[in-house]
C-alpha cells in the first residue's frame, strides 16, 4: 500500500500490528495480484464486479428513508442491502432484527443446525498478521495422522453430532490434497455432512475431494481491499487475492454442492467488506442457481503472542447489523455464528438470523481425545466453550430445534 | 356430487383426510400434536432430516398409522431423485415418494423436466410418485403419462405463504388432468387452502403456515376446517359469481319470444 493510501486509510487496525510487522511490511513482496504458477485461472468476471460494486458503494448517502424502503420490500436488491449496512441502518437495528428472525423463520422455521469443526493440522506458509497460525508465529505446530484423525471423529462423533467442519492450516506441503481427501474418507464413517475449510485449490482438486465425500467448501476472502488484503498477507499462496477470490467458483466447478463466504470483520471497512461478501455470494448464486450458499461473520480475535487482538469498531450492534443484513438480503443462506463470540451473543443472534451453529469447539490439534499425544496450539481464542449438551439444551430452551442433518451425500 | 365416501385415492390407497402435513421447520415433539389437530393421515418427511439412530431423529416422532411421504429435497437433478427415492423406500419403508427436483438455492422452484424423468423412472420401479412441479399443462401431461398417482402444483414459491398465486393454471390442471391435483407450497392461511378445495383441489399440502403459527397444533385445526370446508363447497356445486351485477336487464334472447 502506498504512502498515501496508508494516510487516507481510516481502518487501520492498529492492535494486529507490531514493531516486527511493521518491519516486515517495509520488505519487498511478490506482487498479490499475478497468480502463481500451477493456480488455475478461471474465465470468470465475478471478481471484478465485486470489487467494482464495493467501490462504488459509499455508505454515507443512505437515509432512514432508504432503510425503512429496504427493510418493507418483499425482496431486496443490492442497493436495499447497501442501505441496510449503512450507518442510517444502525438506529434501525430493532426492525432489522424483527424482519430479520421473520425472514428466518419463513425459510428455516426453528431449525438450527448443529457442527464442529475437527483442526487436523496448523502448518501454515502464509504470513497473515492476525491470525495464530501464521508461519512467523511461534506455537506448537502438529498435524494428525490418520489413526488420530479417526479417534478424534469417533470422540466428536459420540457426541450426537452429524456435521464436520474439517480444518488445516494452509500448507501445501504439510497438509496436500491426498491428506485432505483421507480425512474426508474417514469423516464418511461418521458424518452425514463434510465441510472444508482449508486452503484454496485449483477445481479439479476440489472435484477430487467432493468425491471423498466432501460437498461444502469456506473460504474467508479476510478482507475485498486488495490494498490491505496486501499489506495484511505478506507471504504465502494466500498473497495472492484474486486466487482466493475466485476459490468459491472453481469449487462449485468441482462439483462442490454449497459455498461459504466471509469477511473477517475488524480487518478493513467492514461495511464494505460486508457489502462485498454479500455481493460475491449474490453474483455466483446468479452464475450457479443451485449453489447453496453460506455465510459467516467472524470478528478479530486475540491470537497467541497477542492478546490485544481485537475487531476494531465493530462491537456487537455492528455485528447484528452486519448478519441481519446478510439474512434479509439472501433469506435463505444459511449463517454461521462463530465460537468467537460469547454464549450470550450466540444465542440471541441464532434467535433472530443464524442458522447454523457450533459446538463443543477446539480450534487447536487433536484435542477431543487425550490419547492424541502430539498436540498443536489452537488459531484463536474461543469464547464459547460450551459442550455439544450443553448447546443442544440451550437451543432448546429457545424454543428452537436442533438439528443434527439435513442433507444426503448424492 | 355426494360427500358422502368421498375419498382421496392415491395409487391405489384410500384416505379421509383431504389434508398432506409437512413435518418441517417446526420442533419434532410438536409433530404428533400437529397430525391430530390437522387430522392428517400423511406426512411428508425429508429424507435428508432422518437420523437414524442419532439424536433429533425425525422418525422417532411421527405418530404410527400414519402414511410417510418421503420426499427427495436436496435431489437436483433426476437421478439424484431417483436415488434418494430408492434410499427413502428402505428408510421409511414406503412406497410413496414426493418427487422435489431443485437446482434453484433461491427460491426452490421444481424443474419440470427432471421431475418428470424422474416420474418415469420410479413409477416403473413400482413407487407411488407424486411430482412436486411448476403448474404447466404440458409437463403435468407428461408426469401423468410417465405414471405419476397425482400432480402437485405450487401455488407460490415454497415458504411464501404467499398463497395461490398461480392460481388460473392451477385451475387449467384440475380441469385437464385424469389424476388428483393437489396443491403445494406456498399456501400461507386457512381461507387460501379453503380456495383451492373450492377450486376442485384433491388436496392440500402445507407446511411453513403450520410451522410458523404461534400455536402450531391450533393452525393445523384451522387448516383442517378450511379444507373440509373447501371440500364440501367443491361437492356442493358453487353458486355463480354475478359479474355484471344482476341478471341482464334487456335479455339478449328476447327475440325467440317475440
Same mark, same amino acid.
Given at each position: 500500500?502506498?504512502?498515501?493510501?496508508?494516510?487516507?486509510d481510516?481502518?487501520?487496525?492498529?492492535?494486529?500490528?507490531?514493531d516486527?510487522?511493521?518491519?516486515?511490511?517495509?520488505?519487498?513482496?511478490?506482487?498479490?495480484?499475478?497468480?502463481?504458477?500451477?493456480?488455475?485461472v478461471l474465465?470468470?468476471?465475478?471478481?471484478?464486479?465485486?470489487?467494482?460494486?464495493m467501490?462504488?458503494?459509499d455508505y454515507?448517502?443512505?437515509?432512514?428513508?432508504?432503510?425503512?424502503?429496504a427493510?418493507?420490500?418483499?425482496?431486496?436488491?443490492?442497493e436495499?442491502f447497501? =442501505?441496510?449496512?449503512s450507518?442510517?441502518?444502525?438506529?434501525?437495528?430493532?426492525?432489522?432484527?424483527?424482519?430479520?428472525?421473520?425472514?428466518?423463520r419463513?425459510?428455516?422455521?426453528?431449525?438450527?443446525?448443529?457442527?464442529?469443526?475437527l483442526?487436523?493440522?496448523?502448518?501454515?506458509?502464509?504470513?497473515?498478521?492476525?491470525?495464530?497460525?501464521?508461519?512467523?508465529?511461534?506455537?506448537?505446530?502438529?498435524?494428525?495422522?490418520?489413526?488420530?484423525?479417526?479417534?478424534?471423529?469417533?470422540?466428536?462423533? =459420540?457426541?450426537?453430532?452429524?456435521?464436520?467442519l474439517i480444518?488445516?492450516?494452509?500448507?501445501?506441503?504439510?497438509?496436500?490434497?491426498?491428506?485432505?481427501?483421507?480425512?474426508?474418507k474417514?469423516?464418511?464413517?461418521?458424518?452425514?455432512?463434510?465441510?472444508?475449510?482449508v486452503?484454496?485449490?485449483n477445481?479439479?482438486?476440489?472435484?477430487?475431494?467432493?468425491?471423498?465425500?466432501?460437498d461444502?467448501?469456506?473460504?474467508?476472502?479476510?478482507?475485498?481491499?486488495s490494498?490491505?488484503y496486501?499489506?495484511?498477507?505478506l507471504?504465502g499462496?494466500?498473497?495472492i487475492?484474486p486466487?482466493?477470490?475466485n476459490?468459491?467458483?472453481?469449487?462449485l466447478?468441482?462439483?462442490?454442492?454449497?459455498?461459504?463466504?466471509?469477511?473477517?470483520?475488524?480487518?478493513?471497512?467492514?461495511?464494505?467488506?460486508?457489502? =462485498?461478501?454479500?455481493?460475491?455470494?449474490?453474483?455466483?448464486?446468479?452464475?450457479?442457481?443451485? =449453489?447453496?450458499?453460506a455465510?459467516?461473520?467472524?470478528?478479530?480475535?486475540?491470537?497467541?503472542?497477542?492478546d490485544?487482538?481485537?475487531p476494531?469498531d465493530v462491537h456487537?450492534?455492528q455485528?447484528?447489523?452486519?448478519?441481519?443484513?446478510?439474512?434479509l438480503?439472501?433469506?435463505?443462506?444459511?449463517?454461521?455464528?462463530?465460537?468467537?463470540?460469547?454464549?450470550r451473543?450466540?444465542d440471541?443472534?441464532?434467535?433472530?438470523a443464524?442458522?447454523?451453529?457450533?459446538?463443543?469447539v477446539?480450534?487447536?490439534?487433536?484435542?477431543?481425545?487425550?490419547?492424541?499425544?502430539?498436540?498443536?496450539?489452537e488459531?484463536?481464542?474461543?469464547?464459547?466453550?460450551?459442550?455439544?449438551?450443553?448447546?443442544?439444551?440451550?437451543?432448546l430452551?429457545?424454543?428452537?430445534?436442533p438439528?443434527?442433518s439435513?442433507?444426503?451425500?448424492? | 356430487?355426494?360427500t358422502n365416501?368421498?375419498k382421496?385415492?392415491?395409487?391405489?390407497?384410500?384416505f379421509?383426510?383431504?389434508?398432506?402435513?409437512?413435518?418441517g421447520?417446526y420442533s419434532?415433539?410438536?409433530?404428533?400434536?400437529?397430525?391430530?389437530?390437522a387430522?392428517?393421515?400423511?406426512?411428508t418427511?425429508?429424507?435428508?432430516?432422518?437420523?437414524?439412530?442419532?439424536?433429533a431423529n425425525?422418525?422417532?416422532?411421527?405418530?404410527?398409522?400414519?402414511t410417510?411421504?418421503?420426499?427427495?429435497?436436496?435431489?437436483?437433478?433426476?437421478d439424484e431423485?431417483?436415488r434418494?427415492?430408492?434410499?427413502?423406500?428402505?428408510?421409511?419403508?414406503?412406497?410413496?415418494v414426493?418427487?422435489?427436483?431443485?437446482?434453484?438455492?433461491?427460491?426452490?422452484?421444481?424443474?419440470?423436466?427432471e421431475t418428470?424423468?424422474?416420474?418415469e423412472?420410479?413409477a416403473?420401479?413400482?413407487f407411488i410418485?407424486?411430482?412436486?412441479m411448476?403448474?404447466?399443462?404440458?409437463?403435468?401431461?407428461?408426469?401423468?403419462?410417465?405414471g405419476?398417482?397425482?400432480?402437485?402444483?405450487?401455488?407460490?414459491?415454497?415458504?411464501?405463504?404467499?398463497?395461490?398465486?398461480?392460481?388460473?393454471?392451477?385451475q387449467?390442471?384440475i380441469?385437464?388432468?385424469d389424476?388428483?391435483?393437489?396443491?403445494?407450497?406456498?399456501?400461507g392461511?386457512?381461507?387460501q387452502?379453503c380456495e383451492?378445495?373450492?377450486?376442485?383441489?384433491?388436496?392440500v399440502?402445507?407446511?411453513?403456515?403450520?410451522?410458523?403459527?404461534?400455536?402450531?397444533?391450533?393452525?393445523?385445526?384451522?387448516?383442517?376446517?378450511?379444507i373440509?370446508?373447501g371440500?364440501?363447497?367443491?361437492?356442493?356445486?358453487?353458486?355463480?359469481?354475478?359479474?355484471?351485477?344482476a341478471?341482464?336487464?334487456?335479455?339478449?334472447?328476447g327475440f325467440?319470444?317475440?
Amino acid at each position: 500500500m502506498s504512502t498515501e493510501n496508508q494516510m487516507k486509510d481510516q481502518h487501520i487496525n492498529e492492535s494486529i500490528l507490531s514493531d516486527e510487522i511493521k518491519e516486515h511490511q517495509k520488505k519487498n513482496r511478490i506482487d498479490h495480484m499475478t497468480y502463481l504458477p500451477d493456480m488455475e485461472v478461471l474465465d470468470s468476471d465475478v471478481m471484478d464486479r465485486v470489487i467494482a460494486a464495493m467501490n462504488e458503494y459509499d455508505y454515507e448517502t443512505y437515509t432512514e428513508a432508504d432503510v425503512r424502503r429496504a427493510l418493507a420490500h418483499d425482496s431486496r436488491t443490492p442497493e436495499d442491502f447497501k =442501505a441496510l449496512l449503512s450507518p442510517a441502518a444502525l438506529p434501525l437495528l430493532e426492525e432489522m432484527a424483527q424482519c430479520a428472525q421473520a425472514e428466518t423463520r419463513k425459510h428455516f422455521g426453528n431449525s438450527i443446525y448443529m457442527f464442529t469443526p475437527l483442526y487436523i493440522a496448523n502448518y501454515c506458509e502464509n504470513y497473515c498478521i492476525y491470525c495464530g497460525f501464521n508461519c512467523h508465529n511461534k506455537i506448537n505446530r502438529a498435524k494428525l495422522n490418520p489413526e488420530e484423525i479417526k479417534k478424534e471423529m469417533a470422540a466428536i462423533s =459420540a457426541t450426537g453430532l452429524q456435521e464436520i467442519l474439517i480444518l488445516t492450516g494452509e500448507s501445501r506441503k504439510k497438509s496436500d490434497v491426498k491428506y485432505i481427501g483421507e480425512a474426508c474418507k474417514i469423516a464418511r464413517k461418521y458424518f452425514k455432512v463434510i465441510g472444508l475449510e482449508v486452503y484454496p485449490m485449483n477445481s479439479d482438486e476440489y472435484a477430487y475431494l467432493h468425491e471423498c465425500g466432501a460437498d461444502y467448501v469456506t473460504v474467508f476472502q479476510e478482507t475485498y481491499n486488495s490494498d490491505k488484503y496486501e499489506a495484511l498477507h505478506l507471504a504465502g499462496h494466500k498473497r495472492i487475492f484474486p486466487y482466493r477470490l475466485n476459490a468459491q467458483e472453481r469449487a462449485l466447478k468441482g462439483g462442490m454442492r454449497g459455498v461459504g463466504f466471509a469477511a473477517l470483520l475488524g480487518l478493513d471497512d467492514f461495511r464494505k467488506d460486508a457489502f =462485498a461478501t454479500g455481493m460475491h455470494a449474490y453474483l455466483l448464486q446468479r452464475k450457479y442457481p443451485h =449453489a447453496e450458499i453460506a455465510f459467516s461473520c467472524p470478528r478479530l480475535r486475540p491470537i497467541i503472542n497477542n492478546d490485544k487482538i481485537n475487531p476494531m469498531d465493530v462491537h456487537e450492534a455492528q455485528l447484528l447489523q452486519v448478519v441481519t443484513a446478510y439474512r434479509l438480503f439472501m433469506p435463505f443462506a444459511s449463517i454461521t455464528i462463530s465460537t468467537r463470540e460469547c454464549a450470550r451473543v450466540r444465542d440471541n443472534i441464532v434467535n433472530i438470523a443464524a442458522t447454523k451453529i457450533s459446538a463443543g469447539v477446539s480450534t487447536g490439534i487433536g484435542s477431543h481425545v487425550e490419547e492424541v499425544e502430539e498436540k498443536g496450539d489452537e488459531q484463536f481464542e474461543i469464547s464459547d466453550n460450551r459442550s455439544v449438551d450443553d448447546v443442544y439444551n440451550d437451543l432448546l430452551k429457545l424454543d428452537l430445534q436442533p438439528v443434527m442433518s439435513d442433507y444426503i451425500y448424492v | 356430487m355426494s360427500t358422502n365416501n368421498d375419498k382421496l385415492v392415491l395409487g391405489g390407497h384410500e384416505f379421509d383426510s383431504r389434508f398432506i402435513l409437512g413435518s418441517g421447520k417446526y420442533s419434532l415433539e410438536l409433530i404428533q400434536a400437529a397430525v391430530e389437530h390437522a387430522g392428517a393421515e400423511i406426512i411428508t418427511l425429508a429424507l435428508r432430516r432422518a437420523n437414524e439412530g442419532g439424536m433429533a431423529n425425525i422418525l422417532d416422532y411421527i405418530p404410527e398409522g400414519v402414511t410417510l411421504l418421503p420426499n427427495t429435497s436436496g435431489a437436483r437433478n433426476a437421478d439424484e431423485a431417483v436415488r434418494i427415492a430408492r434410499l427413502s423406500r428402505e428408510v421409511c419403508g414406503s412406497n410413496f415418494v414426493k418427487i422435489e427436483v431443485i437446482h434453484d438455492s433461491k427460491y426452490l422452484l421444481p424443474d419440470n423436466y427432471e421431475t418428470a424423468r424422474a416420474t418415469e423412472i420410479l413409477a416403473k420401479e413400482g413407487f407411488i410418485v407424486m411430482p412436486y412441479m411448476y403448474p404447466d399443462l404440458n409437463a403435468a401431461r407428461d408426469m401423468a403419462n410417465a405414471g405419476a398417482a397425482c400432480i402437485m402444483p405450487l401455488g407460490s414459491p415454497i415458504g411464501s405463504n404467499k398463497g395461490i398465486c398461480t392460481r388460473e393454471f392451477i385451475q387449467i390442471l384440475i380441469d385437464e388432468i385424469d389424476l388428483p391435483v393437489i396443491v403445494d407450497a406456498g399456501i400461507g392461511r386457512p381461507s387460501q387452502a379453503c380456495e383451492a378445495m373450492e377450486m376442485g383441489a384433491a388436496a392440500v399440502m402445507a407446511n411453513t403456515a403450520i410451522a410458523t403459527a404461534g400455536d402450531i397444533p391450533a393452525m393445523a385445526g384451522a387448516f383442517k376446517k378450511a379444507i373440509e370446508a373447501g371440500r364440501t363447497a367443491y361437492l356442493s356445486g358453487m353458486g355463480r359469481v354475478m359479474e355484471k351485477g344482476a341478471s341482464a336487464s334487456s335479455p339478449l334472447t328476447g327475440f325467440l319470444q317475440e
